[in-house]
């Protein structure tokens, strides 16, 4: 099969209309280490991994619906995706950006130890389950909307932010079992949960200035995504959900 | 509170021997052997030795002896003392039992009621001294038919990516953090030396390490620790880590103390923190969640390298293995029920998994049923204790096996249990930087080559005595094994017929 792709100095546009995963990535792959900074991925549908192994930065805007794994293992690449995300996009991400302009599936940003995932819309269960962080690298996932449950499971690193803007006044999050087994990181969410919705290894606080910034920072980079007001996000309460214990399983076992 | 729990063992000291050097003190990481600045004298408080013969074998006079402390209970076949003593420690602590190394109850060996086969009269055996023996194994997905060029007779069809081994012995995983890097530097060094693979667990790879990525597997595992592109990259196959045959099931807590700032950097985790490995890979919930990690793998590594998945041998891993194969992986490994660890839950360890020699036997005769065996290469590992362990299971159908247990008995382990204790007394199991560097990088790597050496001259002993010149013709020849003391069932699982018959 012929593919069609057109590149113009620095950029790229490719036709992914039935183009297999690997035929696709083989592309991105060799037109990105030819020195294409910025390609746009038109027809995306389902095709999996899209991001992972490009050895360099780049912009990869993809238009439709991307499969599952998105920029798994994805050290550097910027990823705008024109549509819904499926599962597992950024799988062990290492560095790098995801920008969804829709929704996101199931396990977004499993295990990431970096790079940022920014999500418009809702996002499935166990978002950010595992995520780590070393030392300047910090794992974010913030989400528009709102998220299914065992949200930020397994925590051990990294910033989650949920900001609810598909909830009416006063309305709760319905995820359950938040932050089972966490044991670092952060959460912060838009209005409030009830004492269930918890893993028991969750606290509720009340945001500190150092919270704010963060917050800030971050909810400043969704708004300029998707072109929202920052001001207007932050208008309403947040409460930060953290790990009660650094060793959640320390006094399990007999010696 | 009052311990109701009696001494293992009882430490001996020759007094006529004995020279007050407190070798055994410095050496003794459970606080046994203490010197009295008041009488001038070494003395021994037996109630902490894990009898793993450290402060014995350094003694330099040979003063010292560890025995099994006499203190019978009634006899009991029921209420053994272990049983007994579990128990203590339970009602003391309340918490799980945990452990270290493989199963070691006496479940049933069956790698001891296996016999090799020899010629005598009707076909020659072979000289191994004077003729050449070949042990050169490929692991990796191998075509189901070849088409050769006419003319330039050129291979046309395309090989999946193979990966040389010159003895069908590798080492399997064991992390950083359970184990120390200079018990890694030694495995990398010897299977550089030794012409085939270590296993880096989960724990990532040390910088230091990276120049033996020819000789290494990478692993990933649940918790995705040090896993990160030029990781990926550095291997020579990379492994998927479902399960551990000596905690099926479960994950790993890699407790904080042992987060020592180097490990810290090999996991990328910060020090001192707990690194849980969750029980299950949470983007693999099914056969087909496999295939996409199987995939994932091999798409960031541009088709590269063999993909491998690990599993530990349950009760229906023919059928898991056969959707492994399905999945993608280009090896298959299957870790037996005594396959070791550096922490399980006891009870896990002792009661959970089958042996390696009916998983083996089940997986690679499921895998012939299904016409697929050449898809995948199987690796087995749990309890591989010599080369005649090593000939049969390669007689059985795999294409080689993982030491792990056999490989920390060649740098000094004594297999005491305590490797969950982080206080392993020959520097193996620890990351305290004063007892790692009881492991001499240099020496241990010369032990683990001369192993595989004697392993290696054995298995070609064993092959020319049944008159076959290649451990290729050793592979699945379920033919050249016989059974004994065992019943119509067993033989038929294994595939082996009875002695005699």
């Not at chain 1, 991925?41 to 992972?52: D, F, I, M, N, S």
């Not at chain 2, 509170?1 to 003190?25: G, H, S």
């Not at chain 2, 074998?57 to 579990?86: G, H, M, S």
Request: hydrophobic share 40%; proline share 4%.
């Amino acid at each position: 099969m012929k593919i069609r792709v057109e590149t113009n100095d620095h950029t790229a546009r490719i036709d992914a209309t039935g183009l297999r995963y690997r035929e696709l990535n083989t592309v991105l792959k060799e037109i990105v280490s030819d020195g294409i900074r910025k390609v746009a991925v038109h027809g995306v549908c389902g095709q999996r991994y899209l991001g992972t192994g490009l050895g360099r930065p780049a912009e990869i805007e993809l238009f439709g619906t991307p499969g599952n794994d998105l920029g798994a293992f994805m050290d550097g690449p910027r990823i705008i995706v024109h549509g819904n995300a499926q599962d597992g996009c950024g799988n062990t991400m290492n560095s790098g950006e995801i920008i969804i302009h829709g929704h996101a599936g199931d396990i977004a940003g499993l295990s990431a130890r970096g790079g940022k995932i920014f999500i418009r819309e809702d996002v499935g269960y166990r978002a950010g389950i595992h995520m780590k962080e070393y030392q300047d690298k910090k794992p974010v996932v913030v989400v528009g909307g709102t998220a299914q449950d065992f949200l930020g499971e397994y925590m051990a690193g990294g910033i989650l932010i949920l900001l609810g803007l598909n909830l009416n006044d006063g309305e709760y999050h319905k995820a359950k079992f938040i932050g089972t087994g966490m044991h670092g990181g952060v959460i912060y969410l838009k209005g409030n949960v009830n004492e269930y919705q918890l893993g028991k290894e969750v606290g509720i606080a009340p945001l500190e200035d150092s919270d704010r910034q963060v917050l800030q920072k971050f909810t400043g980079e969704f708004a300029a995504h998707f072109g929202y007001e920052a001001e207007e996000l932050l208008r309403h309460e947040f409460i930060k959900l953290y790990p009660r214990w650094l060793r959640p399983y320390g006094k399990l076992y007999a010696y | 509170m009052k311990t109701y729990l009696p001494a293992k063992f009882m430490v001996e000291r020759d007094p006529e021997r004995c020279i007050q050097c407190q070798v055994c003190v410095n050496q003794c990481t459970f606080d046994v052997h203490r010197h009295d600045p008041d009488q001038e004298m070494v003395r021994s408080g037996e109630e902490n030795c894990v009898g793993c013969h450290r402060c014995a074998i350094f003694c330099p006079t040979r003063a010292l002896a560890i025995k099994r402390n006499p203190l019978d209970y009634r006899e009991n076949y029921n209420w053994r003392p272990e049983v007994i003593e579990d128990i203590i420690k339970q009602a003391e602590t309340g918490g799980v039992l945990l452990t270290g190394m493989g199963d070691d109850k006496s479940q049933r060996i069956y790698w001891d009621h296996l016999l090799l086969n020899a010629s005598q009269v009707t076909n020659p055996s072979i000289d191994p001294l004077r003729e050449p023996m070949e042990l050169v194994t490929y692991l990796g997905q191998k075509p189901e038919r070849v088409e050769v060029e006419r003319h330039s007779l050129s291979l046309k069809t395309k090989i999946a990516p193979q990966v040389k081994l010159e003895v069908p012995v590798m080492f399997s995983a064991m992390s950083y953090g359970a184990v120390s890097l200079n018990v890694h530097e030694s495995l990398a060094r010897a299977a550089a030396e030794a012409g085939t693979l270590w296993n880096t667990g989960e724990g990532g790879l040390h910088p230091s390490l990276y120049k033996y990525g020819g000789n290494t597997i990478v692993q990933v595992a649940s918790g995705r620790f040090g896993v990160h592109s030029e990781y990926l990259d550095a291997a020579r196959v990379i492994e998927i880590k479902i399960g551990q045959g000596a905690k099926p099931g479960i994950g790993g807590h890699l407790p904080g103390e042992k987060v020592s700032a180097e490990v810290s950097m090999t996991r990328m985790i910060p020090q001192w923190t707990d690194a849980l490995s969750p029980a299950p890979q949470h983007d693999i919930y099914s056969i087909e969640d496999l295939a996409q990690l199987v995939y994932a793998l091999k798409e960031a590594t541009d088709y590269a390298k063999p993909v491998s998945v690990k599993i530990a041998a349950v009760h229906n891993s023919a059928a898991i293995a056969s959707g492994m194969v399905r999945a993608g992986a280009d090896i298959i490994v299957l870790d037996g029920l005594r396959g070791a660890t550096g922490a399980a839950p006891k009870v896990i360890r002792d009661n959970v998994g089958i042996p390696i020699e009916l998983a083996l036997a089940s997986v690679d005769s499921r895998l012939m049923q299904e016409g697929m065996r050449n898809r995948a290469s199987i690796v087995v590992s749990g309890g591989i204790r010599n080369s005649g362990d090593l000939a049969k299971a390669i007689a059985l159908g795999a294409d080689a096996v993982y030491i792990g247990t056999a490989a920390l008995v060649a740098l000094g382990c004594t297999l005491c249990q305590q490797c969950h204790t982080g206080k392993c007394a020959w520097g193996i199991c620890t990351t305290d930087l004063a007892l790692t560097k009881r492991v001499n990088p240099d020496i241990g790597a010369r032990r683990l080559a001369n192993l595989l050496r004697g392993w290696s001259l054995e298995l070609k002993d064993i092959l020319g005595g049944m008159g076959v010149n290649a451990v290729e013709s050793l592979r699945g020849n379920r033919l050249h094994l016989r059974g004994v003391g065992l019943t119509d069932t067993e033989l038929e699982i294994l595939g082996v017929r009875m002695a005699g018959s």
